[in-house]
């Protein structure tokens, strides 16, 4: 059997997958969904496993890579495309993020990879990159789409000790 080592926290319809399927992969949403979207594309949201990334049941430091791309809108139409395709945090988004960020790295192994996509069109990188326990280490801006890496416990602090 297979050990899983990578985690979609909020898979959605796995969008930027290659290999949506992956064996090493556990798929976690807490939402599904199997509709046409108003433009004729089909939205199929299958996660492997039902769960909520603010409370997760896995162990500590269990997987290696975590994928953690959260929703990013607080004003959609619930019934709206966009509400569909990429889920809607509600007023208490901060705590949200800030729970999903601890679990993220709860679960990842020291020194583990943790990757982080955030989309600012509603609400900014600033606001949301704070609710973070740890720095990135880098990461990309395309248009509106942010991505950052973290590795778990790699504080620039923690090198002048090793």
């Known amino acids: 059997m297979t050990r899983t080592r990578i985690l979609d926290a909020c898979c959605g319809s796995r969008m930027f997958w290659y290999d949506r399927d992956n064996k090493y992969t556990v798929y976690q949403d807490n ?7 108003c433009d ?3 939205l199929e ?3 492997g496993f039902f769960g909520d990334f603010r409370k997760m049941i896995y162990a500590d430091n269990y997987f290696d890579l975590v994928v ?4 990013h809108l607080v004003r959609a139409g619930k019934t709206s495309w966009l509400a ?12 949200d993020i800030k729970a999903g960020f601890a679990e993220c790295f709860r ?7 943790l990757v982080f996509k955030w989309n600012t069109e509603q609400i900014p990188f600033s606001e949301v990159i704070k609710l973070a326990p740890e720095q990135p280490l880098f990461g990309d801006k395309r248009v ?3 991505w950052v890496v973290f590795c778990k416990g790699a504080r620039a602090s923690d090198r002048a000790t090793d």
Do not use: S
Not at 107 to 113: A, E, H, M, N, Y
């Open 31 to 37: 939402r599904e969904l199997d509709t046409t979207l």
């Open 40 to 42: 004729g594309r089909k």
């Open 45 to 47: 949201i299958t996660p």
């Open 68 to 71: 953690f791309d959260p929703p």
């Open 84 to 95: 569909q395709k990429y889920g809607v945090l509600d007023e208490n988004w901060k705590a």
């Open 107 to 113: 679960v990842l192994r020291p020194f583990g990879t």
């Open 144 to 146: 509106n789409t942010r």
